[in-house]
């Protein structure tokens, strides 16, 4: 096994629930969110040889991850028709859909973060899921300031979105 | 104060959702699926220009065995030269890179924005491109004398195929435009300091 081969199991393996809850907030079912989660992880695979380093392989992966999910659910009329399944890579409780009456909280929070327009959406699941500023920048392409900027007035009109629901 | 909040929220949500991950299945299966996956797209692609590639040796040996008149000659030489050419612009615009999905975002999202113009700019000139040429190539022979019932049946059949084709290519080229218009107000809003 190569060491790029390596290295992307070892930040697959670290990073998989919060690509799957990527996948899932792009989604409208487990289900869905795992056929995404199977492309993402083949277009990493794939592009395996093209990585280069600039950028480190976590932020290199959440860029794959949200491009695809930005292309399937926004900027493409084409289904996969092509989508292959690979082994060893499955969700441990397929059969558990959201259950949002449980937690009304998170039914508003999700609901709020699907109102939010375009890169708005993809910056505030990043920031959800603890990535520094920085890395935020790497993955979407505008400056830190921007991003700064963009999630002060993110942050209130969630926190007013979900105490209004 | 309030990403305490926020996090607090998202992260009772974290639970849901745990992904299996085994390395050594994994590693068994990706080479394989991958290799068979490999195999359909290159398929796919032979095939369309199989299509091509039959159409041009037909043409071709009509034009080199056939006693034709100088109409007839042009006619084939015509349907040739589109068969090239239709292979060419069907493979320099068929599909981008997987390695666009590494961009940033907003580099990747230009990328998609150029793909879907110039899918749409390719179906919008189909005209141009393929059904002109090839129908033209397809009819000229016919004009080498009067024409005659059976001829003109095959030329009626011929423009009305080409006017369907032509029409559903519209009709795609203009689904396209919701996308292109999504992917506008992406790059306005991103731009956009709030």
Not at chain 1, 92 to 117: F, G, P, Q, W
Not at chain 1, 139 to 151: D, Y
Not at chain 2, 13 to 32: M, Q, R
Not at chain 2, 130 to 140: D, K, R
């Amino acid at each position: 096994m190569n060491p790029s081969e390596q290295l992307f199991k070892e930040a697959f393996n670290s990073n998989k629930d919060r690509i799957f809850r990527i996948c899932r907030s792009y989604s409208k079912s487990n289900e869905d969110a795992e056929d995404l989660l199977q492309e993402v992880l083949l277009n990493v695979w794939k592009s395996l040889p093209n990585f280069k380093g600039n950028a480190s392989i976590d932020t290199w992966i959440y860029r794959i991850t949200i491009n695809i999910c930005l292309r399937a659910r926004h900027f493409s009329r084409k289904v996969n028709k092509h989508m292959i399944r690979v082994d060893g890579v499955s969700l441990a409780n397929t059969a558990e859909e959201v259950d949002y009456s449980k937690d009304a909280e998170y039914a508003s929070l999700a609901a709020c973060i699907e109102e939010l327009k375009g890169i708005n959406k993809s910056i505030v699941l990043l920031y959800l899921e603890d990535m520094p500023y920085k890395g935020i920048a790497e993955v979407t392409g505008l400056t830190e300031n921007h991003i700064a900027v963009k999630m002060k007035r993110i942050k209130s009109q969630l926190t007013n979105c979900v105490k209004s629901k | 104060m309030m990403k305490e909040y926020l996090k607090t929220v998202y992260d009772s949500f974290a639970s849901i959702g745990k992904v299996k991950f085994d390395p050594a299945s994994f590693d068994e299966d990706i080479t394989a699926k991958l290799t068979k996956f490999d195999r359909a797209i290159r398929l796919r692609d032979a095939r369309e220009s199989f299509a091509a590639l039959v159409v041009f040796i037909i043409f071709f040996i009509k034009l080199i065995m056939a006693n034709q008149s100088r109409l007839g000659q042009v006619g084939d030489i015509i349907v040739l030269f589109s068969c090239i050419f239709i292979t060419y612009v069907l493979h320099r615009f068929k599909s981008f890179s997987s390695n666009v999905y590494s961009l940033p975002i907003m580099e990747y999202i230009q990328h998609q924005r150029i793909f879907l113009l110039n899918q749409k700019k390719l179906l919008n000139n189909i005209l141009w491109w393929y059904l002109l040429p090839l129908s033209i190539g397809l009819i000229l022979p016919e004009f080498e004398n009067e024409l005659s019932g059976r001829q003109v049946t095959f030329i009626v059949l011929l423009a009305t195929m080409m006017g369907v084709i032509y029409y559903l290519n519209l009709k795609a080229a203009k689904s396209l435009q919701p996308f292109i218009e999504e992917i506008d107000d992406f790059v306005k809003d991103a731009k956009e300091a709030d």
